[in-house]
């Protein structure tokens, strides 16, 4: 069993910054895929950034630009750079790892932009 524990989250003004962190532990496996999504109220969950354990990206387009994901292999560590903030980035954040020892799902960090 995976434990994801995810921090970072919190309020910030439009065209601030903030940093997510997803600490993977319990994995026998190497974890080969580590990401984020993202539930607004009201809306589907979906993607905001993947990263492969070799170090390959994949973002939505409307965070291009704006997101970076990060990885440290070493700490199993997922890391999620956010700049430039929107009203529209508010939703609640979670982080997934998916490798040969299944599919896992952190509880969630809130992410909210306003002013």
């Known amino acids: 069993q995976v434990q994801l524990v995810e921090s970072g989250g919190g309020l910030v003004q439009p065209g601030g910054s903030l940093r997510l962190s997803c600490a993977a532990s319990?994995?026998?496996?190497?974890?080969?895929?580590m990401g984020w999504y993202r539930q607004a109220q009201g809306k589907q969950r979906e993607l905001v950034a993947t990263i492969t354990n070799g170090d390959n990206t994949n973002y939505a387009d409307s965070v291009k630009g704006r997101f970076t994901i990060s990885r440290d292999n070493a700490q199993n560590t997922v890391y999620l750079q956010m700049n430039s903030l929107k009203p529209e980035d508010t939703a609640v954040y979670y982080c997934?790892?998916?490798?040969?020892?299944?599919?896992?799902w952190g509880q969630g960090t809130q992410v909210t932009v306003s002013s």
């Open positions: 319990g994995s026998r496996f190497s974890i080969v895929v």
């Open positions: 997934r790892t998916v490798g040969p020892g299944g599919n896992y």
